[in-house]
Antibody, heavy 119, light 108 residues
Framework: EVQLVESGGALVKPGGSLRLSCAAS????????FSWVRQAPGKGLEWVAF?????????KYADSVKGRFTISRDNAKNSLFLEMNSLRAEDTAVYYC????????????WGNGTTVTVS | EIVLTQSPVTLSLSPGEGATLSCWAS???????LAWYQQKPGQVPRLLIY???SRAPGIPDRFSGSASGTDYTLTISRLEPEDFAVYYC?????????FGQGTRVEIK
């Protein structure tokens, strides 16, 4: 069974930084691409960032986070990361780690999420 | 950016009734790269449909998706109690990937 477990969410002040991690199991990590998707309290889903696989990575970002957030992955450790800088109140949300296959980027498997509060 | 507009915002129906949810894209999607997700209160979103009409593994056949130009439809043939939830469409053909604002299917 594929499992994605996020960690690193916390309460942080505006302007601060945070690094989210996602540990994956039950899949051949390098054969998947990944995204971070967030959901502000009581709101809908917002795609945040994407990273391709397996070895030549390219990344994409939502305009709302471009230049502030960086997505990365470590295939040797089956891990995905999201480095978040210059955090704003509007970044407050549950952040989900989501897997997609290498070629079609629908959001196949979702982690349970980690909560980031900027206040 | 492709904007996805879902309608209605809320759908009030009884168990056993059929549901039709719409998602309109502001421009044509690459190869019908559109997915539908279900999110129940306090739960993680779940993939229902990808490629506009392909059911994800384990999804009951009462869920079906279709496409006509820039109009996409999720149909639930007969609502079961566990189907009352919020449904989102999402396009993954053009970056940035975008979601619709959601349709809440509630018990009438």
């Amino acid at each position: 069974e594929v499992q994605l477990v996020e960690s690193g969410g916390a309460l942080v002040k505006p302007g601060g930084s945070l690094r989210l991690s996602c540990a994956a199991s039950g899949l051949t990590f390098g054969r998947f691409s990944f995204s971070w998707v967030r959901q502000a309290p009581g709101k809908g889903l917002e795609w945040v960032a994407f990273i391709s696989g397996p070895s030549t990575f390219y990344t994409k970002y939502a305009d709302s986070v471009k230049g502030r957030f960086t997505i990365s992955r470590d295939n040797a450790k089956n891990s995905l990361f999201l480095e978040m800088n210059s955090l704003r109140a509007e970044d407050t949300a549950v952040y989900y780690c989501v897997s997609s296959n290498l070629y079609y980027y629908y959001m196949e498997v979702w982690g349970n999420g980690t909560t980031v509060t900027v206040s | 950016e492709i904007v996805l507009t879902q309608s209605p915002v809320t759908l009030s129906l009884s168990p056993g009734e059929g549901a039709t949810l719409s998602c309109w894209a502001s421009e044509e999607l690459s190869s019908d790269y559109l997915a539908w997700y279900q999110q129940k209160p306090g739960q993680v979103p779940r993939l229902l449909i990808y490629g506009a009409s392909s059911r994800a593994p384990g999804i009951p056949d009462r869920f079906s998706g279709s496409a006509s130009g820039t109009d996409y439809t999720l149909t639930i043939s007969r609502l079961e109690p566990e189907d009352f939830a919020v449904y989102y469409c999402q396009q993954y053909g053009n970056s940035p990937w975008t979601f619709g604002q959601g349709t809440r299917v509630e018990i009438k």
